[in-house]
């Protein structure tokens, strides 16, 4: 999952980013409002942690912008040590989907990101039965008939995203923002998704049939529940 952090403490910042990557979580950073916003208008995340008291403005003013934009279904968790109530309920009417005061366990963010992944998604727990496929999203892991398989970090973010969204079409644009970050880093020629969404199957197709797996022509990959 791709994650913007937005905070103005740089060993704060590096701190969460540090903890998130070690539980599979793709970080970008903003240590203020300004890049924040650029960042946002550029890239879709699946979470944005959301500092309220920014250098250069209120964090509450930028989830206001940011839920205004189009289409966009990130989920914001807001941290900060304002402790009053009406700011808490202020940054929810706003659009936020979570509130955790600082200071903060990072074991209680990796959770409540996770509680949130699966009511997003209306997922009962963190392990899903992909046709068969068990997918352990906290511990990302896949297995079939209780045969762990090998896949690559970028294999799993892959399958983890489809099944996500799954009866969806994803484009390949798409996945490249979820799974490998700042579009603007990436070479737009490059066939680097099919290459990894290849040897995803190849490794998928080793222990069952996946007909489910569909690729659309010119668009990008859908996964059929």
Known sequence: MNVLIVEDRYSLSDEIAKFLKQEGFLCDLAYNKKEATEKLFVNSYDFV???LGL?????????QEFRQLPNREDAVIVLTARGATEDKVKGLDLGADDYLSKPFELSELNSRMHAILRRKHRLVKNDVNL???IIDIQNREVSFNNTKLSLTKKEFDILNFLMLNKNRVISRLQLTEHVWGDV??????SNFVDVHVKNLRKKLQAHSPIDWFETVRSIGYKINQ
Request: proline fraction near 0%.
């Open 131 to 133: 046709h068969g496929f």
């Open 55 to 63: 250098t250069d403005g209120d964090g509450l003013d930028l989830l």
């Open 184 to 189: 603007l880093e990436i070479n737009s020629d």
């Open 49 to 51: 942690l959301l500092d």
